[in-house]
């Protein structure tokens, strides 16, 4: 193991500790959010004082440098879609623990400078990848929900709600993530915001194509009037529609993305079984410079093969 490479593995560690310690635990933040609500003088000073404000890090450094780059609001954006209670600077110190875990597996065992590096890369991807799963999968439940609400909505219309009423109501009897955004958008309402801007809120928030009907016909009828009961009935069933045409593709594809999932990981998994039944087994490989030449190789044409495949088995509809 090189120099530079125990001095960088080092300093991410030291970092990383320190940003973990220096955290305030769950306790100390709900302190400090009674406190900052008991003290009105603070909340007359700032002309936001109703506004939602988000801490990025709580390292104070960290956190102004986050929020002048868009990084910072993105991240956090995806961390609120994928339901995750991390901080944008936790999510740092994660990525970074798990760099420097991947570093010093990556260093220990490969014992080349440029692809031992390669499983730090992999586990630093890994907090990134987990959110974006839970995301995934909340955009997915999402969808399944919305058609329900959406019938909810024009029963209520028709028993004489009012259209923001209707919002309370699918927010009480909706589950997560549904209801749990409905209840925002609730929110946001009663405190004054336009039902436009509301309604734009939520589909920042969820940006999935299925929202994007509801919001467009709710946002149409509004300005140009007409049966909004009757337009939600319509919108529904083109989105049970589009609903169970996603079910059957996505059952006609699992032979096509089961078979890339296990051609991508046979190879890592075929290393590391041979190289713990066998240590030094792949030695060679790293050691030799077109053994070098052949992992570089390989590692491409699997990652073009994955996207082919991805492409493949991806219907539009």
Known sequence: MSMISVFLIVLVAVFA???????????????????????????????????????????????????????GPRLQLMLEQAKLSWTVGRFFFYSALMVAVGAVAGNWWIKTTIVAWLPAVALGCAPLLMALYQRAARFRRFNVQLPDAIDLISRALRAGHALPATLILVADEMTDPLGTEFRRTADELNYGLPFREALLNLNRRFPVRDLQFMVSAILVQKETGGNLAELLDKT?????????????????????RMTGAILFALPFLCFLLLNIVKPGYGDPLFENEVGRKMIYGTLASMTVGAVVIQRIVRVKY
Do not use: W
Request: hydrophobic content about 35%; cysteine-free; proline content about 3%.
């Open 17 to 71: 500790t320190l940003a973990y310690f220096t955290e305030p635990t769950e306790e100390d933040k709900r302190l400090r959010e009674r406190l900052v609500g008991l003290d009105r003088r603070l909340l007359e000073s700032h002309e936001d004082g109703i506004m939602r404000r988000v801490t990025f890090s709580s390292i104070p450094s960290f956190d102004q440098f986050l929020r002048s780059h868009k990084l």
């Open 236 to 256: 529904a069933t083109v989105l049970r529609s589009r609903l169970q045409l996603q079910q059957k593709v996505k059952v006609h594809t699992a032979q096509g």
